[in-house]
Each structure stands twice: as C-alpha cells, then as structure tokens.
C-alpha cells in the first residue's frame, strides 16, 4: 500500500518543474502569467528585436525559476529590447543583447514595486558597436535593485552613450537594500565620453550614500575603461573591491561618496596608455591595502593613491573629509605620480586627511617622488613605506584572464 501511495507522489512533485519553450516575447507574457518554482523558460535562438520582456516569479534556493537560452550566446536581443525581472530566485543564463537603444538592457525589477532578491544573470553579453548618435541619451546596460543578486562571468563593453555602464540603485524609502555580488565579468572598452555619467560601476548615488550597501565587486577584468574620470563610483558605505584586474583604464576607483569601504589586492596596469588612474579616497573609515599599481601614467585626481581635501559641513554631493583612512602594504611600480594627498575637487575645499595612517608601503621613484604633499600632513601616521629607484623585489601578480561568458571563448 505504501508503495503504491509513494509512487504517483514522485510523478505529481517531479511534474512541478517544466521544461518551457519560449518562441517570442508573447509566449514568454503568457508563460511569466504561470511560471513555478523550479520551472525552466528556453528562448528560442535567433534575433529577438524590440522584445520587452517582463516576469515576476518566486522560486526558492532549490528551485529556482531560470530563463536561459536555448543555445547561449545565439539568443540575440536587438534595437529597443530589455529583460526586467523581479521576485526571488530567478536566473538568467546565456542571453546577448546587442546594440540595445533603449534606455536599460537588463534590470534586475519589473517594476517600482516589484524588485528582484537573491536573483542572479551570468554567462550573458551587453555590447555595443553602433556610434554615440544612434542610440539614446542617458542609458544603462545594466541595472541592479533589491537585495542580495549576482553578476557573473558577463561581458558588458562598447557603451557610448551617457549614464553608468552598470548600477546598483538602492532605495530612500526601503533600507537594507543592496548586498549584491558583482564577479568574474568581464567590462570590456568603454569610449571617452568627455564629460560626468561615463563610469563603468556605481554603486549607489548622493542622495544614498550614507546607507550601507554592503557590495562585493571581485575577480572581474577592467579593460580600456576610459569613459570618464571614475571607473568605479563609490557612492554607498560598507562595499568591497577585491582581487579586480584595471587594464589600460583611463580613470580611477574611486571612494566618492559614502564610509567604510575596502579596496583590496586589485590589480592597476597602465600598459602605455594616457591618463591611467589608481585609487582615489574621500570619506571615512576606508581600508586600502594590499593593491598592486604599474606604469600608470595618471596625474592629479588620477594619481596612482589620491587623497582628496574635504569641504567643512560638505553636502551630499560634496567632499567629505578623508577621516581614519588605512592605506597599507600597497606596491607602486614606475608610476608617473605615486601619492598625492591634498587634492582639490572643490574651490570650497580645505580639510586634509586626518587619524589616517599610511604604512608599509612600497613605492618605486623612478618617475616622480613617491609623495606629494599639498595640505598639513599632522594627521597623518606615515611610517615603515619603502621608496627606491630599484623596482622593488616583489613578485607582480600573474596574469588575470578574462572570463565573461563561456561561450565567447
């Protein structure tokens, strides 16, 4: 008896997750309306052009519902397409938006009030080839909201246009947002874009940065990254940088707005381009250390370390003074600026660096002093850094491979 009960128990629970042929945007709306957890959504291959394709789906850790490619990398989304997801638990796999004109490719919401948690998209591609003229102002490839979503081993290049090449946008309204993994992509050339709005990343914005987001962005390659003075913006408290690879990049890391953050055995390669930055510090409580700068050619806000000066009773979008910085045990090789600390982002600003230490660092002099220093330093505990002309006998960190999708290699 047991065993005839147990039987048809086995069929009903192994008949909850479907297997889903998606052949256009409609079929996908009548599928979103039904989708269950552990349910598969497969795009069909070919050209999906001006598709909008929205879902709201919960599936659980075990289960989660996933929408992917029949074949990844021969899903192509063109001209005005985007994929907006929320609920918890869905992942995207395999997809390729090229080209995209509209106004976002990806975001990680179907609406205001539908945002995505522990929802992840990798193995996809965001690229760009047509001219600055063809698309629309003020985009996005990617935009991130809710809690707790990963990126990974994407490829995401080729933004002309203004706006950051990926967000994370966190809430005035809802806290405890945030949380999320960015990892093992690839962000492949981005063109100058000869004023503000042209980062690859930023996490958070002004009017948020005093809420801790707490974002790892790790194990991804930066390459000819050169849209604007900020590569990465900073602009919420408590994220991580760690184990990153900038190649080539003309900008900087930067900690713009926003405390307590860790930028942490990253990778600076100048490789002969112009204007290549390192890691620029404004606020409080962040820890520098163990980051490996070469032949980076950056000066000013671009200098391979740069301490900004802070503003007194700075607004939001101002410069907040650097307080209880920790800049430790990083090496700079045969950079044309090594440290500067007293930068001057603001007409207004005056306050330098204090109960800040820099300690154990190596430097390299070959180009330029290792320390340039504009403002009063009596805050600063500078102690054990070594400078010599010699290239210092520490091993350069191997070379970073770019992963991205497997199916570009």
Known sequence: MYQRLFFPLILATSALAKDIPIADAVAFADAAKTVAAGDTLILQDGTWADARLKIHAEGTAEKPVTIKAQTPGKVVFTCDSRLSVGGAHVIVDGLWFQNPTGEESIELRMDYTHVANDCRVMNCAVTNELPASKAKTSTRFVS????CNRIDHCYIAGKTTEGTTLVVWLSEEVQGQGKHQIDHNHFGPRERLGKNGGETIRIGDS?????????????NLFEKCDGEGECISNKSCGNLYRNNVFKAVSGSLTLRHGNG???????????GANATG???????????????????????????????????????NGYFQVKHAKVTHNTLVNCEHNVLIGMSGDKK?????????????????NQ????EIRCAVDGISMKDNQTSKEVPKIAKPANFEPTGPSWRK
């Open 278 to 316: 390192g890691i620029r510090i404004i606020g409080e409580d962040h820890i520098v250390t163990g980051n490996y700068l070469e032949n980076l050619t950056g000066d000013e806000y671009r200098t391979a370390i740069c301490f900004m000066l802070g503003i007194q009773n700075s607004k939001a």
């Open 349 to 365: 600003a005056s306050l330098p660096p204090i109960d800040t230490e820099i300690s154990g660092n190596t430097i390299q002099t």
């Open 261 to 271: 953050c860790r930028v942490e055995n990253n990778v600076f390669l100048g490789e």
């Open 207 to 219: 009017k948020t940065s005093m809420q801790t987001a707490a974002c790892s962005v790790e194990h």
């Open 144 to 147: 991130i909201y809710g809690s």
């Open 368 to 371: 330029g002093e290792a320390f």
